[in-house]
């Protein structure tokens, strides 16, 4: 099965994996999501339909963006992820 692996910023607790692999899982043709808070890794597994532009470009938007392209506009939008993923219960 294709898959991506992607390292990336302000991955910092259990609260953000959740809202990335909840949020990740929408896109079409993800089958599968598998998050590394620790390591500051998102692996996507996938049908061949999904692009690595796509997922850098969710990911980027929630806040998350991939390892030395992040700024702290990018730090901000991932506390707001984290916090209504909280409120949302997926913490």
């Given at each position: 099965?294709?898959?991506?692996?992607l390292h990336i910023?302000?991955?910092?607790?259990t609260g953000c994996a959740n809202a990335v692999r909840q949020r990740?899982?929408?896109?079409?043709g993800v089958?599968?999501?598998m998050v590394d808070p620790a390591?500051?890794?998102v692996r996507v597994l996938h049908d061949g339909t999904t692009e690595h532009d796509q997922v850098?470009?969710?990911l980027r938007r929630l806040g998350y963006p991939e390892n030395g392209t992040g700024n702290t506009k990018d730090a901000a939008i991932s506390d707001l992820?984290?916090?209504i993923?909280?409120?949302n219960g997926e913490d």
């Open positions: 099965m294709p898959s991506l692996l910023e302000n991955l910092n607790c990740l899982q929408e896109l079409a089958t599968g999501v390591a500051g890794t850098s470009s969710l992820t984290f916090a993923g909280r409120l």
